[in-house]
C-alpha cells in the first residue's frame, strides 16, 4: 500500500552506462517529481510531469529524461552515467485541486557511480 | 542558486528540551513548507504555512512566517529521541517548483 514506490532502492554501476530508475504512484496525483540529493543534502528539482507533460525542466543534462508511460509512473533514464551523478533520487507526487501543495516522496534510489 | 538556507546546519538537544530551526527564502512565496527525512528515507511532510498566515501549530509543532524577513522557523517542543532526523523548508512560488534548503540535522539524545 506504498503511496509512492521507486526500484531499485541501491544502483551501483560503471561510467558511461545507461540505467533507469522507475517510479509509481497509487495516489491518483496528476503532476510527479523527479529530486536529486547530494552528498551535502542538498535537494534539487530535475523534473515535473503534469498530465504526461513536462512543466518543468531544471538545467540539468540532456543526459537524464524522464519518460511517463501513464500519469501513475514517471521513470528517470540516465544516459552515459558519470561520476557526479552519484546521488540519492528522489521521486515525489502532489495533487492540484489539493492545491499542488504537499509532495509525497518515494523512500529514494540511491545511485552510486564507479 | 540555493534559495532556502536553513539554521542551524546541525542540532544536538537533551531529550524533553525544544528544538528551534530557522529558514530563509529569497523569492516571494505562496506558501513555505517543512518536511522531515529520516536517515536513509525519503521526506515526510510536517506542516505548511501561507504567505497570509504568521503562525500556525500541529501538535508538538509550532511554525512562524515573517514575510518581511523572508524567514521561518520551526520549533518542536518537548523533542524525543524519535525527532531526530533532518528538517527541511520548502518555499513554493505561485505555481513555480518548490525550492528546498539544506536542511537542519536534529539529534535528540535520550
Known amino acids: 500500500d506504498t503511496a509512492v514506490s521507486q526500484t531499485p532502492k541501491y544502483l551501483v554501476t560503471q561510467m558511461g552506462n545507461d540505467k533507469s530508475i522507475k517510479c509509481e504512484q497509487n495516489?491518483?496525483?496528476?503532476?510527479m517529481y523527479w529530486y536529486k540529493q547530494d552528498s551535502k543534502k542538498f535537494l534539487k528539482i530535475m523534473f515535473s510531469y503534469n498530465n504526461k507533460e513536462l512543466i518543468i525542466n531544471e538545467t540539468v543534462p540532456n543526459r537524464f529524461s524522464p519518460k511517463s508511460p501513464d500519469k501513475a509512473h514517471l521513470n528517470l533514464h540516465i544516459n552515459s552515467l558519470e561520476l557526479g551523478d552519484s546521488a540519492v533520487y528522489f521521486c515525489?507526487?502532489?495533487?492540484?485541486?489539493?492545491?499542488?501543495?504537499?509532495?509525497?516522496f518515494g523512500p529514494g534510489t540511491r545511485l552510486l557511480v564507479l | 542558486s540555493q534559495q532556502g538556507e536553513e539554521d542551524p546546519q546541525a542540532l544536538s538537544i537533551q531529550e524533553g528540551e525544544n528544538a528551534t530551526m530557522n529558514c530563509s527564502y529569497k523569492?516571494?512565496?505562496?506558501?513555505l513548507q517543512w518536511y522531515r527525512q529520516n536517515s536513509g528515507r525519503g521526506l515526510v511532510h510536517l506542516i505548511l504555512i501561507r504567505s497570509n498566515e504568521r503562525e500556525k501549530h500541529s501538535g508538538r509543532l509550532r511554525v512562524t512566517l515573517d514575510t518581511s524577513k523572508k524567514s521561518s522557523s520551526l520549533l518542536i517542543t518537548a523533542s524525543r529521541a524519535a525527532d531526530t532526523a533532518s528538517y527541511f523548508c520548502a518555499s513554493n512560488n505561485y505555481g513555480q517548483n518548490f525550492v528546498f534548503g539544506p536542511g537542519t540535522r536534529l539529534s535528540v539524545l535520550p
Open positions: 495516489l491518483g496525483h496528476d503532476t
Open positions: 515525489a507526487s502532489s495533487h492540484p485541486l489539493a492545491g499542488g501543495e504537499t509532495q509525497y
Open positions: 523569492t516571494s512565496i505562496n506558501n
